[in-house]
């Protein structure tokens, strides 16, 4: 399942933003964890598309990254209790595969830049 990314900032002080690209399913899951002043979205673009495997992979990435919420509950399980809720989360997030002009990559599908072309070879400190 090839999603959409985002690039969103988790505030971990008055001087400390990070930076992270994450689908959209998972940048709620942030906001639940850091509370809604601790993530912000950028935009509302995507950056970037990713492939997915299956819900349960995701449930269990997901699961490894996050981890306890408390004793005997994960913070992914707390947000979306069945297979069915992440699913349809991640439904909302698919993007269509035509829309996008490069093959998506597993670093987030984000566009290279075309390199322009430089007259004279391009080494012009050399000369």
Do not use: N
């Not at 899951?29 to 509370?35: E, F, S």
């Not at 002043?37 to 509302?44: H, P, V, Y």
């Not at 981890?67 to 349809?88: F, I, N, R």
């Not at 984000?110 to 050399?126: I, L, N, Q």
Request: glycine content about 10%; aromatic content about 4%.
């Amino acid at each position: 399942m090839l999603l959409k990314m985002f690039d969103v900032l988790v505030v971990r002080g008055m001087e400390t933003e990070i930076p992270a690209c994450v689908p959209r399913h998972e940048a709620e899951l942030m906001a639940m964890i850091h509370g809604a002043d601790g993530m912000r979205l950028r935009s509302e673009e995507p950056a970037g598309v990713l492939e997915f495997g299956d819900v349960r992979d995701e449930r269990e990435r997901l699961r490894l990254k996050y981890g306890l919420k408390t004793e005997d509950a994960y913070w992914v399980d707390v947000l979306y209790p069945s297979d069915l809720s992440l699913s349809e989360m991640m439904q909302r997030g698919v993007a269509e595969p035509e829309a996008e002009e490069t093959k998506p990559s597993k670093r987030g599908g984000r566009k290279a830049a075309e390199a322009e072309p430089v007259e004279g070879g391009g080494d012009e400190a050399a000369v």
